[in-house]
C-alpha cells in the first residue's frame, strides 16, 4: 500500500521501506555584505538522504557559473544541507577562474515539504579549494512554480477592463512584456548534462559544424583547461589535437532560432570513426571522456 502527497513543486512518495523522493527547483538571490546581491538558481532530486543536482550563480550576468551540487538531508535535525562542488561551466575570465566560490547552504526539511511551501531562506558559505572562506550571507529562493503562477494572475487583472482603464493600454503592454519575460527566464532549465566516452589518439582529428541556419549559435569549448567560445557556422570547425583526457561543449546562445543543431565528427586517416548529431539548448553541457 503507498501513500503519496503531492505539494506545490515537490513530489514526495513514501511507502513502507521508508523511501523518500523530492524534486525542486527554485531561483532566487544570494545577498552578502552591505549590499551584495548575486541571481542565484537549483535544481535538485534528492533520494531517501541523498541529493543531487546543479547550481547557476549570477545567473544571466557576465560570470555566470553552473556546478554540480550535491546534498544530504538529516532527518534528526530537520535539515537538508547542500555543496557545490564540480564547476560545469562558467563564463569568468580564465584569470577569475580559479578564484570562483563553491558554495554551502542548508534549509529546513519542514519548509521543503510544507503544503504551503512558496520559498526557501537559509544561510550560506563560500570557500576556495583550500576551504579559505570567500563569501557568506543569505540566500533566499522562490519556487519557479509559485512565481509563474503569481506572474499568470497579474496578468490577467492587467488585462482587465478596469486595469486598462486605470493604468492605459500602452502602460498594461509594457508590463504585460515584462511579465512573459520573467516567465520566460523562470521556465529556463539550468540545462542538461551529457557524459560519453569515445576512443581517441594522436591521429584523430575533432570536427564541429553547424548543421542549422547561420543564426549565431555559439557553443563553449573547454579542452585542456583553455575555455573559448565558438560562433558556429556551416564551415567545419577543426579541433586541435592536444593531450587531454575530456573535450567539455556547453550551449551559450542558441541565435535567432531555437536550439543550436551541431554536426559532431571523429576521423582518424580520414576515415570516419564517429558522427553524430548534437542537439544542444543553452547552458546545455555535453562531456567528451577521451579514451585511449
Known sequence: ?????????????????????????????????????????????????QCTGYSISDVGGANETKSELE???????????????????????????????????????????????????????GFFSDR???????????????????AKLLKERLNSKLARNA??????????????????????????TTKKTINFDKNNVLILKDIGNNDGDII???QSEERRDINLTKKPFYLENRPSTEIIIIGIDEGKFPT??????VKRFNEIQLREVLILHQNDTIIYHLKN
Not at 513502507?16 to 535538485?44: H, K, M, N, R
Not at 563569501?135 to 529562493?141: D, S, T, V, W
Not at 543550436?260 to 565528427?265: G, L, S
Open 167 to 192: 493604468l492605459g493600454d500602452s502602460s498594461v503592454q509594457i508590463l504585460t512584456r515584462r511579465l512573459d519575460s520573467i516567465s520566460s527566464r523562470n521556465k529556463e532549465s539550468v540545462g542538461s
Open 71 to 125: 546534498g544530504q538531508i538529516n532527518f534528526s535535525e530537520n535539515k537538508v544541507y547542500f555543496y557545490e562542488r564540480n564547476i560545469v561551466y562558467t563564463k569568468a575570465s580564465n584569470e577569475t577562474y580559479n578564484e570562483i566560490c563553491l558554495l554551502e547552504f542548508d534549509f529546513d526539511l519542514d519548509e521543503l515539504i510544507s503544503e504551503r511551501n512558496q520559498g526557501l531562506r537559509g544561510s550560506f558559505k
Open 220 to 222: 563553449r569549448l573547454i
Open 260 to 265: 543550436i543543431p551541431i554536426e559532431f565528427t
Open 132 to 150: 579559505v572562506l570567500c563569501l557568506e550571507g543569505i540566500i533566499e529562493l522562490k519556487s519557479k512554480a509559485f512565481l509563474a503562477q503569481k
Open 1 to 49: 500500500m503507498r501513500k503519496a502527497l503531492i505539494i506545490t513543486a515537490l513530489f514526495c512518495s513514501y511507502q513502507f521501506t521508508a523511501q523518500v523522493s523530492i524534486q525542486g527547483d527554485y531561483i532566487g538571490t544570494l545577498s552578502f555584505g552591505d549590499s551584495g546581491i548575486l541571481t542565484y538558481s537549483i535544481e535538485f532530486t534528492c533520494v531517501n538522504s
